[in-house]
Nanobody, 124 residues
Framework: QVQLVESGGGSVHAGGSLRLSCAGSGYTYSTYCMGWFRQAPGKEREAVATINSGETTRYADSAKGRFTISKDNAKNTLYLQMNSLKPEDTAMYYC??????????????????WGQGTQVTVSS
């Protein structure tokens, strides 16, 4: 059974940093594509950053230059380093995983597995 557990959210002031973690279990971590998504109140969920099994990354325009997605296959853990946080980054952040196609998930891919989310709040 695939399980994803996020941690690392919190409240910070604008300009601050947070590192989110997502611990995975129940699957061959290195062969899956994974991603970070977020949903703010009243808004649709959006992809923030994704990484495929070959560690090719993709970022939303809003995240480029500020956020870095990475994973440690030995620890079965996905990370999202968020720097220069802005109030508009406030949202619930979710990690997701999927087999994809040979570990690659194109944009808008319907990820199968989701964590419970971790809240990020950025105050001005």
């Amino acid at each position: 059974q695939v399980q994803l557990v996020e941690s690392g959210g919190g409240s910070v002031h604008a300009g601050g940093s947070l590192r989110l973690s997502c611990a995975g279990s129940g699957y061959t971590y290195s062969t899956y594509c994974m991603g970070w998504f977020r949903q703010a109140p009243g808004k649709e969920r959006e992809a923030v950053a994704t990484i495929n099994s070959g560690e090719t990354t993709r970022y939303a325009d809003s995240a480029k230059g500020r956020f870095t997605i990475s994973k440690d296959n030995a620890k079965n853990t996905l990370y999202l380093q968020m720097n220069s946080l802005k109030p508009e980054d406030t949202a619930m952040y979710y990690c997701a995983a999927d087999r994809g196609v040979f570990g690659m998930c194109p944009p808008s891919w319907p990820y199968s597995y989701w964590g419970q989310g971790t809240q990020v709040t950025v105050s001005s």
